[in-house]
Structures are given as structure tokens and as C-alpha cells.
């Protein structure tokens, strides 16, 4: 069995998967934040686990913790390259690009082969990256993400409260906590509108623990989809032959 682990600086998502299975046809998937990380190895199986793929950009701590929890599996850290498999990294020095997104863009070519995508990936960060039709990662941009973007103004001003991520018309609001939503709301979608707008996109996917929150706000002409976790279909797309069940984009 195949274990794929997408750790972020926020949560670790995991999925399990038959070997040859397609991308995305999970046996089991789940996550968890990082003060709960000891409860992985409960939620997967003793034994069975083969072969691991990995995407971990929360830094070389958290990689030594993951490695323990996998002592029988032959695992690899998946990272930025500069061409794989039928995507070519436009990054200046492609070691640089965050393994999550060369493993989004990956994604984002397995759903909508032969389309200018815009990936959005709503974590810890929101990163926003642009895949062209002939499969080159072309670049992207980094924002706070959504959590980290409202939780600045409660930490840098004095009368600023924090304000959980939620659902909410990104209008114009009557009362402060709704007015810091609605403009982080605003912040986040518009820059993915802008980026769909640069890069002339015909298909948007949006993604990460924030999309929920996000992907409502959106106005685009093309319309978006949001995917769970397009970074863990990435990286599955990397190791198997299947072809996605999913439909296109
Ligand atoms: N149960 C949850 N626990 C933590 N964050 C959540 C949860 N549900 C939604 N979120 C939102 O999702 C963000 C984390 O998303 P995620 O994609 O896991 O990020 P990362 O890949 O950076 O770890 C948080 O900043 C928060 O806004
Ligand atoms: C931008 C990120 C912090 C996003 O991390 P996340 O929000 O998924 O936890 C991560 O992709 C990263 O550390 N990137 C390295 C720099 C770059 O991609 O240019
Ligand atoms: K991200």
C-alpha cells in the first residue's frame, strides 16, 4: 500500500492508496495539526504500508517525526525539480519552488491536461500559481493566508480582536469583526481573480483548508473547482499509470 503525505505549516494530510490505484481513489485519508501529530500511526495500518511519497515544507524537525512513523515503508521526499513527468519548472532555481506547489501544478496538469490553470492553494499561506497549456510551471505568488492575515491586525493594532476564518459575503460590513473578514475574504479572491485574469486562464481549482471560505467569494467568469487536496493528487499522479477517474476541469 501506498502512503501519500502533503505536511504544511499548519496540518499534515495524508491518503492512503491500492498500488496502481488512480489518482485521487483513496483507501483512507485524513489529517491532523501538528501538536496532534502522535496520532498518525493509530490511523494507519500496522502493517502493509510499502512505499511512502512525501511533500514537506514545515521544515527538517517534523521530517525526522514522520520518518520514525514510517519504519517499514521506503519512503521518498518528493522535491522541486526542474522537468517532471511532462511539467517543466520555469522557477529561477527550480530547487527553490516549494515541493507543495510543484506537486499542486502536477495536480492541476493531471485535471485539466492542455488548459492555462491557475492553481490556489488556501493553507497556511495562499499560494497562486499558473500552469500554461503546454505544461510549463510558469510562476506564481505567495500571500498570508487567510488565519494568518486576519490574526496580523489582532497582533499589530490595539483594538483589533481576532477574528476566526468563516463564511461571509465579502460586502461592505456593519461591525469590525465582519469588516476584517470580509477584507481578508476580498484580499484572498481578489488576487486569485487578478491571477486568472493575467494568466488568461480557462480553469481555476482551488484548494487547501481555507478554499471553503474562499472559493464562495470568488467572481470568475470561468467558473473554479475546489479540490480537497490537490497537492497529495499531485504527488500520486507522479507514481501511477492510472488515469484520474475524477473528470476534467
Ligand atoms: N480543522 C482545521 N484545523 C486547522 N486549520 C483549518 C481547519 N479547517 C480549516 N482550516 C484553515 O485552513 C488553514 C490550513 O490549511 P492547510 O491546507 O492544512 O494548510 P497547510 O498546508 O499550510 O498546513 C488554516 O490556516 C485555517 O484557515
Ligand atoms: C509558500 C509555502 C510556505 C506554502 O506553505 P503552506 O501554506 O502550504 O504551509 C511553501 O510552499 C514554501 O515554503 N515554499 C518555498 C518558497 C517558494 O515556493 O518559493
Ligand atoms: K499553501
Redesign the pocket.
Known amino acids: 500500500m501506498l502512503l501519500l503525505i502533503?505536511a504544511?505549516?499548519?496540518?499534515i494530510?495524508w491518503a492512503l492508496a491500492d498500488e496502481g490505484a488512480a489518482p485521487g481513489a483513496w483507501v483512507a485519508s485524513g489529517?491532523v495539526?501538528h501538536a496532534e501529530l502522535n496520532h498518525l500511526p493509530a490511523a494507519w495500518p500496522k502493517q502493509g504500508i510499502t512505499r511512502a511519497l512525501v511533500s514537506n515544507v514545515a521544515g527538517s524537525k517534523l521530517h525526522d517525526q514522520l520518518r520514525l512513523m514510517m519504519p517499514t515503508a521506503d519512503v521518498t521526499w518528493f522535491a522541486s525539480k526542474a522537468q517532471l513527468a511532462g511539467l517543466r519548472n520555469a522557477y529561477r532555481n527550480p530547487s527553490q519552488l516549494g515541493c507543495?506547489r510543484f506537486a499542486a501544478a502536477l495536480g492541476a496538469r493531471a485535471l485539466a491536461p492542455g488548459q492555462a490553470v491557475i492553481v490556489a492553494?488556501?493553507?497556511?499561506?495562499t499560494t497562486i500559481d499558473a500552469v500554461s497549456a503546454d505544461g510549463v510551471f510558469l510562476g506564481g505568488m505567495i500571500l498570508p493566508?487567510?488565519?494568518?492575515m486576519a490574526s496580523s491586525l489582532a497582533h499589530n493594532t490595539a483594538q483589533l480582536p481576532e477574528v476566526a476564518?468563516g463564511l461571509l459575503p465579502a460586502g461592505f460590513a456593519d461591525n469590525t469583526a465582519d469588516a476584517i473578514l470580509s477584507g481578508c475574504l476580498s484580499a484572498q479572491a481578489g488576487a486569485i481573480e487578478r491571477a486568472c485574469a493575467l494568466h488568461g486562464a480557462s480553469a481555476c481549482i482551488v484548494s487547501?483548508?481555507?478554499a471553503q471560505y474562499i472559493a464562495p467569494v470568488l467572481r470568475l467568469s470561468i467558473g473554479h473547482r475546489i479540490v480537497d487536496n490537490i497537492v497529495l493528487i499531485g504527488l500520486h499522479s507522479t507514481v501511477t499509470s492510472s488515469p484520474l477517474q475524477d473528470s476534467p476541469c
Open positions: 502533503d504544511g505549516n499548519t496540518r494530510k489529517a495539526t507543495d492553494t488556501c493553507g497556511t499561506a493566508g487567510l488565519g494568518l476564518p487547501g483548508g481555507a
